[in-house]
């Protein structure tokens, strides 16, 4: 490795680790701007204009707290439950490309290639560091030793699993028309224009090939994010604040934190795998991916404020019952279509 | 370096292994074995076994030790008060024996399975499309017998529960 690939790649992740950051802090500013607006309120509007420096006050706010620990809590894992929740949601955006290259306008001496690393199971490597964000809510439900809390890291743990199930099998369709794991390959394969149903031009995303599974996967990125109307490990009307209840100061800031980066992440997989990635028609490519990431956190936020919370039992029989089965028919169907293709 | 790093994980899974049962907390044992999961996992890393690295994370370490987990915290078992049994002999003897059995094997498969290291990786080795093809072709059907046995599980599983909450 060259220096100028050294010094390229450490710019690269610090400039991804700080606008990951950046965005989860923002991202509070906009959902509350949006279900303001959606429910025709005005939001955040003192601190800044429009509000714009409220999630910096909120930051300061937080860290200024004061740090409680409860008497009967497992010291150990009450500690660590908040750093094993973030700690996978901000590594798994290692893998996913933000952009084509770059020469920066002609300033660098080669193109640089607008991703921190294309390892060939990238999909893999997302869905498996996604999934070891579960241990963070369920130890600390668990460690709080309170019962609304341990109630809330069972939900997390059962809900999760059974939704990553269909997750996983309904990206399988997208996998089998591209015949590749790596994210930048699936990019790739989604250049050009299709003709939808035979008459209409669309991007050749597997968006348009593949709706059902798209479906299938939003369905199940609301569920592992744990957000509204899947949000029964903290469903405050029942459980108190859930998983979370026992936490105060940043501890409580880096599970929120958590999940905002899951949000930031789910959004950024469903534009690659299904949105064409960092594709466009004209312009630099970061733009077309960051304009598609935000565009489904707007959808994130959108689910939020109109649908109301499901009963457990609803949850459970949605995602075994309804979501499995059709990530299967998916697959099948994709499956016999991409043989016939091939022969 | 690949041998450091193969000294540095395998310490890493064996020590979490003992932990596992040195613990008095059923929940700190499946946390020990978690660790131990992702040191295997980095052994495969640098077997050059991507495809296995990302099974043995989303699978075990993802999936089965969040059952595993969620079991735990659903009975919510208490600390376990030690009890020193010493001088059980049962417990000595057959945990001798046990040992003895394990060590044997292991031997055995150091003296046969000996090759002469540094022989060069093929390439692809490891890869998805690979460990797919083996799976359909060579290990079709040690593949698909454990598939039937997950299912007589899941079956055993339903009719003992079926038994025991229904009627």
């Known amino acids: 490795m060259s220096a100028f690939d050294l010094i390229a790649m450490l710019v690269k992740i610090g400039v991804v680790f700080g606008a990951l950051l950046l965005t989860v802090a923002y991202m509070t500013w906009l959902e509350r701007k949006v279900i303001a607006d959606l429910q025709v309120r005005i939001g955040p509007m003192r601190v800044g204009p429009f509000g714009l420096l409220q999630p910096i006050a909120d930051g300061i706010k937080l860290f200024f707290k004061e740090d409680l620990m409860p008497g009967q809590v497992d010291r150990t894992l009450f500690l660590l439950a908040p750093a094993l929740s973030i700690i996978p949601a901000l590594i798994a955006f290692a893998v996913i490309p933000f952009g084509d290259t770059t020469t920066l306008f002609g300033l660098l001496p080669q193109p640089v290639p ?230 | 370096m690949e041998v450091a790093i193969f000294a540095g994980m395998a310490l890493v899974a064996a020590l979490s292994g003992l932990l596992v049962i040195l613990q008095r907390h059923a929940v700190y044992s499946a946390l020990f074995l978690i660790i131990a999961m992702g040191a295997l996992a980095g052994i495969y890393i640098t077997l050059e076994a991507h495809f296995v690295w990302a099974v043995q994370v989303l699978v075990y370490a993802g999936a089965i030790m969040v059952l595993f987990v969620f079991v735990i915290m659903l009975l919510n078992p208490p600390r376990e008060e030690p009890r020193w049994a010493w001088f059980d002999l049962r417990r000595i003897a057959l945990a001798g024996v046990l040992a003895v059995v394990l060590l044997g094997e292991l031997l055995l498969v150091l003296v046969r399975g000996h090759t002469p290291g540094g022989a060069p990786v093929p390439p692809g080795f490891g890869s998805t499309e690979q460990v797919g093809r083996l799976l359909f072709t060579d290990f079709l059907f040690p593949f698909e017998v454990t598939s039937i046995i997950l299912l007589v599980a899941i079956v055993g599983a339903m009719v003992l529960a079926k038994g025991h909450y229904g009627k």
Not at chain 1, 182 to 190: G, N, T
Not at chain 1, 230 to 258: N, Q, R, W
């Open chain 1, 114 to 343: 607008l991703r921190l690393t294309d390892v060939n199971v990238g999909v893999l490597y997302v869905f498996g560091i996604t999934s070891l964000g579960v241990y963070g809510i369920v130890l600390a439900g668990w460690s709080s030793n309170n019962k609304y809390a341990l109630l809330g890291g069972l939900r997390a743990s059962a809900q999760m699993v059974s939704y990553e199930l269909s997750m996983s099998l309904s990206v399988v369709g997208t996998l089998l028309l591209t015949g590749s794991l790596s994210l930048v390959e699936i990019v790739r394969a989604q250049t050009g224009i299709a003709w939808w149903l035979g008459v209409l031009p669309v991007p050749n995303w597997f968006a348009f090939s593949q709706p059902l599974g798209f479906a299938i996967f939003l369905a199940c990125a609301l569920a592992e994010t744990n957000r509204a109307p899947f949000d029964l490990p903290e469903a405050e009307t029942e459980l108190v604040a859930g998983f979370h209840s026992e936490y105060s100061s940043m501890k409580f800031a880096m599970f929120f934190m958590a999940e905002y980066a899951n949000m930031v992440t789910a959004s950024a997989m469903a534009t690659t795998l299904f949105l064409g990635g960092w594709l466009g028609p004209i312009g630099p490519s970061p733009v077309w991916f960051l304009g598609k990431v935000f565009l489904m956190l707007f959808v994130f936020i959108w689910v939020r404020a109109t649908l109301p919370r499901f009963r457990y039992d609803q949850l459970m029989h949605f995602g075994w019952k309804v979501l499995l089965p059709l990530a299967f028919v998916n697959t099948i169907v994709t499956a016999v279509f991409a043989a016939l293709g091939r022969h």
